[in-house]
C-alpha cells in the first residue's frame, strides 16, 4: 500500500516528538511504502543535507512544499457564479462541506497565485467580507490580510502530487487542508492524528506574536480554527494521543464516531532505579530531553538550577537536545547559565544517543508551557526514570495515572513557569532518595502497562489496512 505522511515543519528536517513517531510509524511498518509530504516555510535548507533522519528503505521520497509563494506568469481565473459562491462561503470560513476544495487546485477555474490575486473575482469577494465582517478598519490592509492567510493555500493545492492509497496527516492546518483536498479530488481515505490541537496552539501564537494587528488576530484564528474543521470533515478517522484532547476535538466539530484515541508507545528499557544519597562528591544527576526552544520553557529549568544552588544542594544538569533549531533562544540559555554562574553545573550537549545517558540519569526535568503527550516523558519512564514535569498537554496522567491509575505517582506535577516549585521537587528527591527509585518503579510499569510500542503500531497496522480497504471497497 501506498502511504503519503503529511508534515508541516517537522520530518525529516526537525528533530522533535512528531518526527520522532513519524520515523517511528515508518520503521516499524516495513510492509507499507511511505511517501513524506512535507510543508516547510520556504525552501531553504530543504535538502537531504538537512535531513536529521535517514529514511528507512520503505521510505520511498520525500517531496518538499514550501509555502513560500513565488510570483510566476499570471492565470487568471474562469469562475462560474457556483464557483463564486462556493468561494465566497471558502474565504468567510462558512465552506464545512468543502466545496470550494474541488476547485481550489485546478488554475484553469480558479487561476493561479499571480493571477487569482490580482483579479476582479478576487476584489469582488474580498469587498463581500469587507461589509459582512464590518470591522472598523483600513479596506487595503484588510485586503492584505485576506491574500496572507489565503495565498498559501491556494500555492500548496496547485502542486503536483503523485497518486497515494492513503493519506495521514499528522495535524490539521496546512498538512490537513492538503490531506483534505487529496482526499476529495482523488478519492483517497484520510487518516489525521493530531499531537496536541493544532488550531489552539496556533491561536496561543497569534495572541502573542506582535505582526499581526489586534484587529485582525480574531481573523486569523478563526482561520485556523477553520482548517481544522475542513480536515476533520473529510478524514475516515481522527486520532488523538489522550482523551482530553478528544474531548476539545470535538468541540471544535469532530465527528464522535470518527474519534480513536491512540497513545504514543515506546520500547522497555532496562532500568537501573537509581537510589543513593547525594553529596558534593555525588550531587543528583538532573537530565533534560528536550530541543532548545522558547516553547520548552529552558529558561525557567536554568532559573530552577539556580535556585537549587543556592540553596546548597549538589547537582549536574545535562540538556539533551538539538541547539539548530532556534539559535537565538539558545544564545539566550547560554547568556543566562552565565549570567547566574551556572556553567559549571549546566551543560548544553546537543543532539546525542540519549538512551545511553539515561542511565546515568536520576531525575529528568520537563518545563514546557505547551505539549501533547511528551515522547521524552514516555522515554524515561520507559528507562525507570522519575520526572519533574510542568502540568501541560497529557504530562500529568503520564505521571499520576489520572483517574485509572494502578501503580502510584512517576514524579511530581508543577505550574508552568514556576522555577521554585521545580527546584522544591528536586530537593524532595535529595532529602528522601528512596522516592527516586520508587517513582521510577511506578513509572516502568505504568510504560508497560499502557504505553508500549509494539501495541500502538499495531494499532496503527489494523487502522491502515481497515481505512486503506475503504477504497478497495468502492472500486
Known amino acids: 500500500m501506498r502511504v503519503a505522511i503529511i508534515a508541516e515543519g517537522s520530518y525529516p528536517f526537525v528533530s522533535g516528538g512528531v518526527s520522532s513517531w513519524i520515523h517511528t510509524l515508518i520503521t516499524q511498518m516495513p510492509e507499507f511504502d511511505f511517501t513524506i509530504i512535507s510543508i516547510m516555510p520556504g525552501i531553504s ?12 528503505v520503505n521510505g520511498k521520497s520525500v517531496k518538499v512544499y514550501p509555502l513560500e509563494v513565488k510570483e510566476e506568469k499570471p492565470i487568471y481565473p ?3 457564479a457556483e464557483n463564486k459562491e462556493d468561494l465566497l462561503s471558502f474565504f468567510l470560513s462558512k465552506d464545512r462541506t468543502g466545496k470550494a476544495m474541488r476547485f481550489l487546485g485546478n488554475s484553469d477555474i480558479i487561476g493561479n497565485p499571480s493571477g487569482f490575486f490580482r483579479s476582479n473575482e478576487f476584489w469582488e469577494i474580498v469587498q463581500i467580507c469587507y461589509k459582512e465582517e464590518k470591522l472598523q478598519s483600513s479596506f487595503i490592509d484588510y485586503f492584505w490580510m485576506i491574500r496572507n492567510k489565503y495565498e498559501p493555500i491556494l500555492h500548496l493545492l496547485q502542486s503536483e502530487f503523485d497518486d497515494y492509497e492513503l493519506l495521514h496527516a499528522a495535524s490539521t492546518g496546512y498538512a490537513g487542508v492538503i490531506g483534505a483536498y487529496l482526499s476529495v479530488n482523488q478519492d483517497i481515505p484520510l487518516i489525521v492524528t493530531e499531537h496536541g490541537i493544532y488550531s489552539r496552539e496556533r491561536e496561543e501564537e497569534i495572541l502573542k506574536s506582535d505582526w499581526i494587528p489586534m484587529i485582525y488576530k480574531s481573523r486569523w484564528i478563526q482561520f485556523f480554527y477553520f482548517l481544522s474543521q475542513l480536515a476533520y470533515s473529510q478524514a475516515e478517522q481522527l486520532i488523538t494521543l489522550f482523551q ?8 471544535l466539530g469532530a465527528a464522535k464516531s470518527k474519534q480513536l484515541v491512540i497513545a504514543n508507545g515506546v520500547t522497555l528499557s532496562n532500568p537501573s532505579f537509581n537510589s543513593m544519597r547525594f553529596s558534593v562528591e555525588n550531587p543528583i544527576q538532573l537530565g533534560a530531553i528536550v530541543r532548545v526552544v522558547p516553547i520548552k520553557d529552558i529558561i525557567t529549568m536554568i532559573y530552577a538550577a539556580s535556585m537549587l544552588r543556592k540553596r546548597h544542594i549538589p547537582f549536574q544538569l545535562q540538556i539533551f537536545g538539538p541547539l539548530d533549531e532556534d539559535e537565538e533562544y539558545v544564545r539566550e540559555c547560554r547568556n543566562l547559565v552565565e549570567e547566574l554562574d551556572l556553567k559549571e553545573f549546566v551543560t548544553f550537549t546537543g543532539k546525542i544517543n540519549v538512551q545511553e545517558k539515561l542511565v546515568e540519569i536520576d531525575v529528568l526535568l520537563l518545563t514546557s508551557i505547551s505539549e501533547g503527550q511528551p515522547l521524552a516523558i514516555l522515554e524515561g519512564l520507559a ?3 522519575p520526572f519533574v514535569s510542568t502540568n501541560v498537554g497529557d504530562c500529568d496522567e503520564l ?3 489520572g483517574a485509572i491509575d494502578l501503580f502510584g505517582p512517576a514524579g511530581f506535577i508543577v505550574p508552568p513557569v514556576n522555577p521554585r516549585k521545580i527546584a522544591e521537587s528536586i530537593e524532595k528527591y535529595v532529602e528522601e532518595p528512596s522516592l527516586i527509585e520508587l517513582h521510577g518503579r511506578h513509572g516502568f510499569k505504568r510504560v508497560q502497562h499502557r504505553y508500549q510500542l509494539s501495541e500502538v503500531i499495531e494499532r496503527y497496522r489494523s487502522l491502515y489496512k481497515e481505512v486503506g480497504r475503504i477504497k478497495q471497497w468502492q472500486e
Not at 49 to 55: C, F, G, R, S, V
Request: glycine share 6%; net charge neutral; charged share 30%.
Open 45 to 56: 535548507r530543504t535538502t537531504t543535507d538537512d535531513w536529521k533522519y535517514e529514511l528507512p
Open 78 to 80: 474562469n469562475l462560474s
Open 244 to 251: 482530553k484532547n478528544a474531548v476539545i476535538q470535538e468541540r
Open 383 to 385: 528507562a525507570g526514570v
Open 399 to 401: 505521571i499520576t495515572g
